[in-house]
């Protein structure tokens, strides 16, 4: 018997909004209901995107080498981790997906959107997150949050005008996929935003367990 295809679940947000802060914790709660999870990030997830990382968040290049090296990188993370994984009947709980391109290279450095969709349907055409969330703070709460974090990469020194255009590409994302994006106030304390994603989280493993039992 095929066993029941897994569930995609992304976690989005400008540099600062606090999402890396829950993603361990997702994963955790999901496991706990009995469910096998793979957590996993972009760029990045594999051995090749790792390094394509490193180039890409430390090195200045052209805008259409960098959109190309997320979509490369992309590639191989979706061929060799995230696919198997999901067919397998696990979770997949990835940190940015191909929103972020949408957000950073399509809003931000002003690529366009037509571009990311080109890309994106060579790349993955039948792949879509089952859920995203959108962690959503004003710019100058990821700012400050930035400020005390760590030593900040190639993105995370841009001005405030690119980051204001990726935090309004990943809204009309959001308009564009009511379904999959849910917006999550993420200016709110922690428990308060965990309680949001526990019982949105709690909905779809219901929803999946219940399509598995249904499963000849």
Do not use: N
Request: with cysteine.
């Amino acid at each position: 018997m095929q066993s029941q295809r897994g569930c995609f679940i992304t976690l989005e947000g400008l540099d600062g909004a606090g999402k890396s802060t829950h993603v361990q914790w997702l994963v955790e709660h999901i496991s706990a209901q009995g469910i096998a999870v793979v957590c996993t990030r972009e760029p990045g997830g594999t051995e090749l995107g790792e390094q394509l990382r490193q180039m890409v968040l430390s090195q200045p290049m052209h805008l259409k080498t960098e959109t190309l090296l997320m979509f490369a990188a992309r590639c191989e993370h979706i061929a060799t981790v995230i696919e198997p994984a999901l067919q397998a009947g696990h979770w997949v709980v990835c940190d940015r997906f191909t929103d972020a391109s949408y957000a950073y290279q399509g809003g931000g450095r002003e690529l366009g959107s037509a571009a990311i969709a080109s890309l994106e349907q060579w790349v993955h055409p039948g792949l879509q997150p089952d859920r995203t969330w959108l962690f959503d703070v004003p710019l100058s709460v990821a700012r400050e949050r930035l400020a005390r974090s760590r030593d900040l990469d190639r993105f995370e020194k841009e001005g405030d005008a690119f980051f204001e255009r990726t935090r309004k590409a990943y809204h009309e994302r959001t308009a564009q996929c009511p379904q999959r994006l849910r917006i999550v106030d993420s200016t709110l304390p922690i428990e308060s935003v965990r309680a949001t994603m526990r019982e949105q989280a709690q909905q779809l493993i219901d929803a999946w367990k219940s399509a598995g039992s249904a499963q000849p």
